[in-house]
């Protein structure tokens, strides 16, 4: 079993990934909340790991990617003294099967990397990946593994707690689906425009991008809060809530062969 470390904005995704061929399963996912003044992270991680009940001698080694640098050096002790291996870490200028058409490709998210070289492995291109988490982050991939660029906008969580902060009559609310298009009160009005908003906004992005490719394009929707917006989006869309840990996974191998 290969252990995916993965540093976001909020927290690091932990799972565990086996191979099964020129696949990968995903057979466990837990997350340790980020916080920045904690130098520690070995407990948490050891709690993640005996909670799925997996013996850390039957892991063979573990890949990181970050998109907060400075947490990399507590949570690669942590996974360095539980495995006895450090992480391999992810970087833009690794192998990955993917060529890039961006200016500056070390600047990339690696976690958008990951998504992408999962993707150009596993979906018919032209693709547009689409990772719903703290920011709603889009990828777009051209035919022979092509990273052509993206788009990156607010998370629906981010968005929803900006307009509570900066407003004096809105409230801080839990994001759930949406009953109906038009909300009949505050809340519903909020976790509508949220919801269907970000759904219409991917809809109408991915038409962009398909008239812009002058090609219909796959669209694969991934991240922790994709599958509440997945059911209002109108687009043919596949939903793939591992499809990070699994392209970890697949970037750890190509950088061990």
Same mark, same amino acid.
């Given at each position: 079993?290969?252990?995916?470390?993965?540093?976001?904005?909020?927290?690091?995704?932990?799972?565990?990934?086996?191979?099964?061929?020129?696949?990968?399963?995903?057979?466990?996912?837990?997350?340790?909340?980020?916080?920045?003044?904690?130098?520690?992270?070995?407990?948490?991680?050891?709690?993640? =790991?005996?909670?799925?009940?997996?013996?850390?001698?039957?892991?063979?080694?573990?890949?990181?990617?970050?998109?907060?640098?400075?947490?990399?050096?507590?949570?690669?002790?942590?996974?360095?003294? %539980?495995?006895?291996?450090?992480?391999?870490?992810?970087?833009? &200028?690794?192998?990955?099967?993917?060529?890039?058409?961006?200016?500056?490709?070390?600047?990339?998210?690696?976690?958008?990397?990951?998504?992408?070289?999962?993707?150009?492995?596993?979906?018919? %291109?032209?693709?547009?990946?689409?990772?719903?988490?703290?920011? !709603?982050?889009?990828?777009?991939?051209?035919?022979?593994?092509?990273? %052509?660029?993206?788009?990156?906008?607010?998370?629906?969580?981010?968005?929803?707690?900006?307009?509570?902060?900066?407003?004096?009559?809105?409230?801080?609310?839990? =994001?759930?689906?949406?009953?109906? =298009?038009?909300?009949?009160?505050?809340?519903?009005?909020?976790?509508?425009?949220?919801?269907?908003?970000?759904?219409?906004?991917?809809?109408?992005?991915?038409?962009?991008?398909?008239?812009?490719?002058?090609?219909?394009? !796959?669209?694969? %929707? !991934?991240? &922790?809060?994709?599958?509440?917006?997945?059911?209002?989006?109108?687009?043919?869309?596949?939903?793939?809530?591992? =499809?990070?840990?699994?392209?970890?996974?697949?970037?750890?191998?190509?950088?061990?062969?």
């Amino acid at each position: 079993m290969l252990l995916t470390l993965d540093i976001g904005n909020t927290t690091v995704g932990v799972s565990g990934v086996e191979r099964r061929g020129e696949d990968y399963q995903v057979m466990f996912s837990g997350k340790m909340p980020v916080v920045p003044e904690q130098a520690e992270y070995l407990p948490p991680l050891r709690a993640l =790991l005996e909670e799925a009940r997996i013996l850390a001698e039957s892991v063979e080694g573990s890949v990181l990617s970050s998109v907060v640098p400075s947490l990399n050096g507590p949570v690669c002790r942590a996974a360095e003294e %539980l495995l006895g291996k450090a992480p391999v870490q992810i970087t833009a &200028g690794g192998t990955s099967g993917l060529t890039f058409a961006v200016s500056c490709p070390e600047r990339l998210g690696l976690d958008r990397i990951a998504d992408a070289a999962w993707a150009v492995r596993r979906y018919p %291109l032209p693709a547009v990946t689409v990772d719903l988490g703290t920011a !709603t982050t889009f990828n777009v991939l051209g035919e022979n593994g092509v990273f %052509l660029g993206g788009l990156i906008a607010p998370g629906l969580e981010t968005g929803i707690h900006a307009l509570a902060s900066r407003t004096a009559q809105l409230p801080v609310l839990t =994001l759930c689906p949406p009953e109906e =298009l038009i909300g009949r009160d505050t809340e519903a009005c909020m976790r509508s425009g949220a919801v269907y908003g970000t759904a219409a906004m991917i809809d109408g992005i991915v038409s962009r991008v398909e008239t812009e490719l002058d090609r219909k394009v !796959t669209l694969i %929707l !991934t991240g &922790g809060l994709a599958g509440l917006v997945e059911p209002f989006c109108l687009h043919s869309r596949v939903w793939d809530p591992q =499809l990070l840990p699994k392209g970890l996974a697949l970037l750890y191998d190509l950088r061990t062969e």
